[in-house]
C-alpha cells in the first residue's frame, strides 16, 4: 500500500525537510485547511441545517450575502485570528481589512479569502470553493494597514483553494508546484492525492459565459467565433465548452485536464475592469495555474503583475492552457 501523507505532514516535510516554508506560514497553512474542513461539513449540511438561502445582506460590492458566504466567512476569521499567526486578514465579503486583535498571537503574514466561491451555485448542489492568498506583511512601519495588503501576485508566498464538489479538495501552492489533498472524511485529514500538476499546452476546451458574448470586446469575440467555427475554421479542430459559474470549479478542470477560462472585460459595466477579483479569485488562481504550467493574463499584462490600487479591485482573466491564453493575448494586441 502507498504511503498516505496528511496535509499536516506535507507542510512540515515543506518546512523542515525543504526549507520551503517558515514555521508560522505552515501553522497559518494548517488552520486555513482545518477551517475549510469545518465550511466543508457546513456546505453538506444542505437543507438539513440552517445554511442555504439568502441572509437578507449585501456585501461591500452591492451583492446579495449567502448564507453560506456569512457561515464561511465566519469560519475562516474565527479560525484564524486566534491560530493563524498572522497580523490582518481581508476577504471579498468585508468592506475593510480585519486586524488579528491583541489578545491573540500576531503575526507577519496577511490572509485574503473569497470564503465562498460560485454562490450561485450553493442552492443547486452544484460545486463551491474557498480561494485563498497569502502575502507577507511589509516590514518598516508598526501595525497593518489596507495599502500593505496592495501587492502584486507575484508576492504571494502561498495560495489555493478548497472545492466542495463529489470530493472535498483542496489545492496549494508554496511557490513548488501544486499539490492537491482530498479530504478522508473517516480519518477528518486531507490526503495528498496528487503533485506536481501540469496544465496541457493546447486544449480544445473554453470556459466563458456566452450569454454575454454581444457585450464582448472585439478580440475575446474574434477568439470564440473562431473555436466556434470548429474543424473547417481557421482553428481546424472542434472545441468543447464548460461553464460552471464557480471559478473553484472551472479552474480545477483546467487543472485535471487542461482548457481556457476567461471572465473578460465587458460592455455591461463599461467603468469596471472585469467582473472578477484581483485579490481573492484572480491573483491566487493566476498563481496556481502558472505553477502548474499554465498562463494568466488580463489581456495585456501577466495578472501576478498587476499593481493593485484598491483591495477589491476587479480584473479581466484569461486564464489556463498556455499556448491559447498566449494565443488570446495576443488578439488583444493585435489591432
Ligand atoms: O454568473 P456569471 O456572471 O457567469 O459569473 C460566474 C462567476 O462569478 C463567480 O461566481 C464570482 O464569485 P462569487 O460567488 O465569489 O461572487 C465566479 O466564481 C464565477 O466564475
Ligand atoms: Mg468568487
Ligand atoms: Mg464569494
Known amino acids: 500500500m502507498t504511503e498516505r501523507i496528511s496535509f499536516t505532514r506535507y507542510l512540515v516535510e515543506q518546512q523542515r525537510d525543504h526549507g520551503r516554508i517558515p514555521p508560522q506560514l505552515r501553522l497559518l497553512l494548517e488552520v486555513v485547511g482545518r477551517a475549510c474542513k469545518r465550511i466543508a461539513l457546513a456546505v453538506n449540511k444542505g437543507d ?113 483553494y478548497c472545492i466542495y464538489g463529489p470530493q472535498t479538495t483542496l489545492v496549494l501552492t508554496v511557490g513548488d508546484g501544486v499539490a492537491m489533498f482530498t479530504l478522508d472524511r473517516e480519518q477528518g485529514s486531507f490526503v495528498l492525492t496528487r503533485e506536481n500538476i501540469r496544465i496541457p499546452e493546447d486544449t480544445k476546451e473554453f470556459a466563458i459565459n456566452m450569454s454575454n458574448m454581444r457585450h464582448w470586446d472585439a478580440p475575446v469575440r474574434r477568439y470564440i467565433d473562431e473555436c466556434l467555427a470548429g474543424e473547417t ?18 479552474v480545477h478542470r483546467i487543472l485535471m485536464r487542461g482548457g481556457i477560462f476567461m471572465y473578460p472585460w465587458d460592455q455591461r459595466e463599461p467603468n469596471k475592469p472585469g467582473k472578477l477579483r484581483l485579490m481573492y479569485e484572480a491573483n491566487p488562481m493566476g498563481w496556481l495555474v502558472e505553477q502548474a504550467g499554465g498562463a494568466a493574463t488580463n489581456g495585456k499584462e501577466r495578472i501576478l503583475d498587476v499593481q493593485p490600487t484598491q483591495l477589491h479591485q476587479r480584473v479581466s482573466v484569461i486564464l489556463g492552457s498556455k499556448n491559447e491564453v498566449e494565443r488570446v493575448t495576443r488578439y488583444h494586441q493585435e489591432p
Do not use: C
Open 48 to 160: 438539513l441545517g440552517d445554511v442555504m438561502g439568502t441572509a437578507g445582506s449585501e456585501n461591500v460590492q452591492g451583492e446579495v450575502q449567502k448564507k453560506l458566504d456569512i457561515i464561511a466567512n465566519e469560519t475562516l476569521i474565527e479560525a484564524n485570528e486566534w491560530g493563524g499567526h498572522l497580523a490582518a486578514m481581508a476577504s471579498e465579503e468585508m468592506e475593510g481589512i480585519y486586524l488579528v486583535p491583541n489578545r491573540y498571537p500576531q503575526g507577519e503574514y496577511l490572509l485574503l479569502f473569497d470564503p465562498l466561491d460560485g454562490s450561485s451555485n450553493i442552492d443547486v448542489n452544484v460545486s463551491i470553493g474557498t480561494i485563498f492568498s497569502v502575502l507577507k506583511k511589509p516590514e518598516g512601519h508598526p501595525g497593518v494597514h489596507e495599502s500593505d495588503f496592495l501587492q502584486p501576485g507575484h508576492q504571494q508566498v502561498a495560495a489555493g
Open 233 to 250: 475554421g481557421p482553428r481546424g479542430k472542434n472545441f468543447n465548452m464548460r461553464w460552471i459559474a464557480s471559478m473553484v470549479a472551472d
